[in-house]
């Protein structure tokens, strides 16, 4: 049955979404507003905004999604990819939490109507998921560009460890809007770790390194994992370290990978696998100019196919929904699109992301 709110505060910070642990943000859009300290949204089971459709639906998810990651020992899925389109979320399960976030829409709605409708939301994922309240994390997604996207949400959250393909992982669901691992790319990863058997591994815009800690499952031999962020670059050692990986074979490299793919064409570097992921925008201090995939993306993939051994192979992937590579940029005809295969089946947004497998 469901259980009225116990209310904490939710917190917003200056990249203009809120994280909530049992209360809400307003969704005036990117208002940055504060809600009062002492706000508590008084809800009781008879004031919740009729959620069936939801329920319902998140219900019949479950059944089925979970008997498929049984079989497949999947442990971090998707059970809700936007099916209602009145409940524009998506839910993922990361083991014992879940993440729940709020994608943007334009619609306008009153702050204590959408705190209930929240909390509504939080209820029955509770209960269907058979998970404390306090395991059911709420976050906002605002359009964005740029890096606020991996900044801080103000919120510390708490790390956990989640086992995926055998492999281990940190995640938080709190302190970023991100959570640490992209569940759309657990079947890349994969493919990276099948490939990967003696291979010289290059992971670019590599976030937490899990793209590398496949690939030195795989058995890479070496391992390079470039990222501008400190912060990410101290989250991939830390998962290197909880999955044994030996860190004198599998450096970590902070840089602006223009940067880097300059001076790693100049020393003559080779790779025989690389992954490229970036982000559809930034526009960090760190770097001197701004990136921008849909501009850059035949550059970069240019530059990759310098370091590329005979034979070598390059993943390249964007999330950015309008992207057209274009391929008459690039320095080869060896392309193929393997989103298809990419994109998971939990996954019922068949866009999330796509995906080319690229050689010289
Ligand atoms: C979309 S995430 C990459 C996701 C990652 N490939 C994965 O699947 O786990 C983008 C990452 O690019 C990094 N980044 C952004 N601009 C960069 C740049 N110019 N050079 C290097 N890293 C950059 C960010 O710090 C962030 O970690």
């Known amino acids: 049955m469901l259980q009225p709110v116990q209310a904490d505060h939710g917190k917003i910070n200056a990249s203009g979404w809120g994280i909530l642990r049992g209360l809400v943000r307003q969704t005036g859009l990117h208002d940055n507003k504060s809600l009062p300290q002492n706000y508590t949204p008084a809800l009781s089971i008879h004031q919740m905004p009729d959620i069936t459709i939801f329920s319902n639906r998140l219900k019949k998810n479950f059944r ?65 998921l058979e998970l404390p309240l306090a395991a059911i ?18 919120c510390k959250g708490e ?15 709190e302190e970023y809007l991100d959570t640490g691992l ?23 815009f590599a976030y937490t390194g899990s793209f590398t800690v496949y690939a030195a499952a795989g058995g890479a031999t070496r391992s390079t994992t470039v990222d501008l962020s400190n912060t ?5 050692r830390r998962n290197f370290e909880l999955n044994g990986m030996d860190l004198a074979r599998h450096e970590l490299v902070r840089a602006d990978v223009f940067g880097f793919l300059g001076d790693a064409t100049g020393r003559c570097e080779r790779y025989d696998l690389i992954v490229m992921d970036p982000p559809s925008f930034s526009n960090s201090k760190k770097m001197s100019g701004v990136l921008d995939v849909q501009r850059d993306h035949a550059l970069l993939i240019n530059q990759c196919l310098k370091l590329l051994s005979d034979g070598g192979e390059l993943f390249f992937s964007t ?39 690229i050689t010289r």
């Not at 990410?232 to 991939?236: C, G, I, L, N, P």
């Open 64 to 128: 089925h999604w979970t008997k498929w990651a049984k079989r497949r020992n999947i442990r971090c899925y998707r059970l809700y990819d936007r099916d209602v389109p009145e409940f524009p979320i998506a839910l993922d399960l990361y083991e014992q939490r879940a993440h729940l976030q709020e994608f943007e829409t334009g619609w306008q709605i009153g702050e204590e109507e959408h705190a209930r409708w929240v909390e509504g939301m939080r209820h029955a994922a509770s209960e269907i």
């Open 319 to 357: 999330n950015l929904r309008s992207f057209n590579l274009d391929e008459a940029a690039l320095a080869t005809h060896s392309i193929k699109e393997i989103s298809g295969q990419t994109v998971p089946e939990d996954f019922r947004n068949r866009k999330i992301h796509r995906c080319w497998l």
């Open 159 to 173: 790390n956990f460890i989640v086992h995926e393909g055998g492999h281990l992982f940190i995640v938080n669901l």
């Open 137 to 154: 994390v709420f976050k906002q997604r605002l359009r964005q560009r740029g890096l606020a996207q991996y900044e801080k949400t103000g």
């Open 232 to 236: 990410y670059q101290d989250w991939a």
């Open 182 to 204: 992209f569940l759309d790319h657990r079947n890349t990863r994969r493919m990276v770790q099948e490939k990967a058997a003696g291979k010289r591994f290059l992971n670019l």
